[in-house]
Nanobody, 127 residues
Framework: QVQLVESGGGSVQSGGSLRLGCTASGYTSGRNCMGWFRQAPEKEREGVASIDGYGNPTYADSVNGRFTISQDNVKNMLYLQMNMLKPEDTAMYYC?????????????????????WGQGTQVTVSS
């Protein structure tokens, strides 16, 4: 059973930076795809960034150029470096995983692509 635990959320002023982490455990052998999603109150969960089994990233237009997704396969960690944060980035951020996965792309920014989710970490950006 895959388990995901997010960390690194918090409060920051507009223009600031935060780095989120996701610790993964319980993977079976093979490549995995992972993603970051966010959900603001009364809004649908949206894909922010993903990384496929080859390590290729995909970003939502709203964060492209500001956020960077990366992973450390040795430590089984996924990261999201968030720079130039805006108040509209305020949301609960979730880590997601899909086992035995190679391809990414636009589909990997859909919540239905993933079978495993973390509990979320709150990010609040004040103006």
């Amino acid at each position: 059973q895959v388990q995901l635990v997010e960390s690194g959320g918090g409060s920051v002023q507009s223009g600031g930076s935060l780095r989120l982490g996701c610790t993964a455990s319980g993977y079976t052998s093979g490549r995995n795809c992972m993603g970051w999603f966010r959900q603001a109150p009364e809004k649908e969960r949206e894909g922010v960034a993903s990384i496929d089994g080859y390590g290729n990233p995909t970003y939502a237009d709203s964060v492209n150029g500001r956020f960077t997704i990366s992973q450390d396969n040795v430590k089984n960690m996924l990261y999201l470096q968030m720079n130039m944060l805006k108040p509209e980035d305020t949301a609960m951020y979730y880590c997601a995983a899909r086992q035995r996965c190679w391809s990414g792309g636009a589909e990997s920014l859909r919540a239905s692509y993933y079978g495993y989710w973390g509990q979320g970490t709150q990010v609040t950006v004040s103006s």
